[in-house]
């Protein structure tokens, strides 16, 4: 559309050095981009005007819709646009407005005295402002000015936002971007535009209705196809959302199976444990009464001369240490309940009921750890006894 600008452009060493001192600013006259945005976006524009020179860096003055004046950086210059196996300059201005690069910037058509924005336009506004995909599904930090200029030149080159009034020369140069060239003589420079992706106003102007017409409808459909799947992406996300919900709570209630079963395990293991316990008792309970058996049928026959203090007698000594120990530990029970209640009636005097009782308490306690001692013998004797009898009960016809 426009010849590159004649002006030479600063390098890159100019560059960077422009950027640093304006991103480094400080009091009213700094940007207003937030302080860990701004290595970002030096960056950005590094990497815009290495690859694209004729865009050079600049900071000037933008106006919001609502009336707020803000200094700016921005990128202003031509991007090439291949158009009918010719290669055209649309002149742009990227505006990096405060939020950036978190959110787009703004893009502007920047027509010169001899151009028309084409009307209408699917991605052009009449006052310049460029909307397209790429803008619209801007995603920090991945997306960049370099992509942003790549998605412009494509979109402009299926429907060209810009023609000339006037006619070209018979034998245009068109400027081939991108390559290494000798800047144009003067006379050249200003010879005139490349011809214009539209050209003049022609009698025959159906065929260039329903071209634009074609076009206008393709992108229209690729809007709604793109829409579509920004719509069916959404629903995904949702549903993959809803799905990993699920997984969690089948998770944790993996996890509350998994604890219950444990407990469940632990609980069978005490009850096998409590079961064997209870098979020995019987074991030496169904042992003692086959073997007092006998006993109990002539004592039956012989009640009239039965000894109380005779009828029971200790199978081991044991057993009667045992016997001993509980009926001393009882008999103490006993006197000590006596000497309270003496102490209460006044029988008995305080100092007196105190050295009776302490006395008492400590033969109690000898007798209670001697029991206890015996009670840990007999149970390992009893087990003895229950693994020597084990063999000939498994094979017992």
């Known amino acids: 559309m426009v010849p590159p600008p004649s002006t030479p452009s600063l390098d890159s060493q100019q560059i960077q050095q422009f950027l640093s001192s304006v991103l480094s600013q400080r009091g009213p006259s700094s940007l207003p981009y937030t302080e860990d945005s701004k290595w970002l976006i030096r960056q950005h524009l590094l990497s815009l005007t290495s690859r694209y020179p004729s865009l050079q860096p600049k900071t000037a003055t933008f106006t919001h819709n609502d009336g707020r004046s803000v200094n700016l950086l921005q990128a202003d210059g031509t991007i090439p646009m291949p158009y009918q196996g010719v290669t055209y300059n ?58 942003l200029v790549i998605n412009l030149g494509s979109a402009f080159s299926h429907d060209p936002p810009l023609y000339s009034q006037r006619r070209s020369n018979p034998n245009p140069n068109p400027p081939n971007y991108g390559q290494q060239q000798q800047p144009p003589p003067p006379r050249v420079a200003a010879a005139g535009y490349p011809p214009s992706p539209y050209g003049r106003a022609q009698p025959s102007q159906t065929e260039d209705a329903a071209e634009v017409y074609k076009r206008n409808a393709v992108n229209k459909l690729v809007e709604m196809v793109h829409g579509d799947i920004i719509k069916m992406r959404k629903e995904r996300e949702a549903e993959m959302e809803g799905l990993f919900s699920a997984q969690g709570v089948l998770r944790k209630r993996e996890e509350e199976v998994n604890k219950g079963l444990k407990e469940m395990q632990d609980e069978k293991e005490a009850l096998e444990q409590q079961l064997q316990v209870v098979l020995m008792s019987t074991d030496v309970l169904a042992g003692w009464v086959r073997e007092n058996e006998g006993k109990i049928k002539n004592l039956g026959k012989n009640n009239d001369s039965v000894d109380v203090d005779e009828v029971f007698h200790c199978a081991d000594v044991l057993s009667k240490q045992m016997l001993d120990c509980t009926a001393a530990d009882l008999a103490i029970e006993d006197v000590v309940y006596s000497l309270d209640k003496a102490l209460q009636e006044g029988a008995v005097p305080f100092d007196q009921y105190l050295r009776n009782v302490r006395l008492l308490s400590r033969e109690q306690f000898f007798h209670k750890a001697t029991a206890a001692k015996v009670r840990a013998a007999q149970m390992q004797a009893q087990v003895a006894s229950m693994a020597a009898r084990a063999p000939h009960s498994h094979y017992a016809p």
């Open 90 to 147: 649309i002149p742009i201005i990227i505006w990096l407005i405060e939020s950036y690069p978190r959110y787009p910037p703004v893009v502007y058509v920047n027509p010169t005295r001899d151009m028309i924005i084409k009307r209408p336009h699917p991605h052009v506004s009449p006052s310049g402002l460029v909307s397209i995909p790429y803008l619209q599904n801007w995603i920090y930090p991945s997306s960049n000015l370099v992509d």
